[in-house]
T-cell receptor
Framework: NAGVTQTPKFRILKIGQSMTLQCTQD?????MYWYRQDPGMGLKLIYY???????DKGEVPNGYNVSRSTTEDFPLRLELAAPSQTSVYFC??????????FGPGTRLTVT | GENVEQHPSTLSVQEGDSAVIKCTYS??????FPWYKQELGKRPQLIID?????GEKKDQRIAVTLNKTAKHFSLHITETQPEDSAVYFC???????????FGSGTRLLVRP
């Protein structure tokens, strides 16, 4: 089992460009999460989903969008990238009130 | 709203000494409290967790204690080793919000 996979590993975007960060899990978990982690800082929740077709905003949702059409996939869309979105993005999955499993992360630079 | 406060933000100890990191949470309905370790450039990984029906849990050199009345929980690392150097995050499960509320992290440095 691959667990939680994220693509790409690294990406450099120009200001105003858009991209989708992919997250796929084969653990059959209902709960999925997107976090961002700025250098030397903690984890900030962007969006999360408790099941296919259901998404909710976290603490920093502005500038991002998500969808959850299947249990396995939870893509994060960045529209009109800004330098403030330079960060490491982690996807995580879980079964609720249990361990969350994190993906390896996507390192994004917006210049 | 839901909040988890974590202290200290940085901690430097001599190899072999003990390290203690403390967290407080606001949601009295929280029942699940995990601790994650994040090494430099890596993803966070669970090292230990505790549920509200127990007051203490140990796993080799790591222990977690929970005081539900005071809404405090702590991570204790004994006989620290250089490989314990990392950032540690506490978290509490938000019972009504279906997400983990993370503390701000503690950077632990173990000096050889």
């Amino acid at each position: 089992n691959a667990g939680v996979t994220q693509t790409p590993k690294f990406r450099i975007l120009k200001i105003g460009q858009s991209m989708t960060l992919q997250c796929t899990q084969d653990m059959n978990h209902n709960y999925m999460y997107w976090y961002r982690q700025d250098p030397g800082m903690g984890l900030k929740l962007i969006y999360y989903s408790v099941g296919a077709g259901i998404t909710d905003k976290g603490e920093v949702p502005n500038g991002y969008n998500v969808s959850r059409s299947t249990t396995e996939d939870f893509p994060l869309r960045l529209e009109l990238a800004a330098p403030s979105q330079t960060s490491v993005y982690f996807c995580a999955t879980g079964l609720g009130e249990y361990e969350q499993y994190f993906g390896p992360g996507t390192r994004l630079t917006v210049t | 709203g839901e909040n988890v406060e974590q202290h200290p933000s940085t901690l430097s100890v001599q190899e072999g000494d003990s390290a203690v990191i403390k967290c407080t949470y606001s949601d009295s309905a929280s029942n699940y409290f995990p601790w994650y370790k994040q090494e430099l450039g890596k993803r966070p990984q669970l090292i230990i967790d505790i549920r509200s029906n127990v007051g203490e849990k140990k796993d080799q050199r790591i222990a977690v204690t929970l005081n539900k009345t005071a809404k405090h929980f702590s991570l204790h690392i004994t006989e620290t080793q250089p490989e314990d150097s990392a950032v540690y995050f506490c978290a509490a499960w938000g019972d009504s919000s279906y997400k983990l509320i993370f503390g701000s992290g503690t950077r632990l440095l173990v000096r050889p």
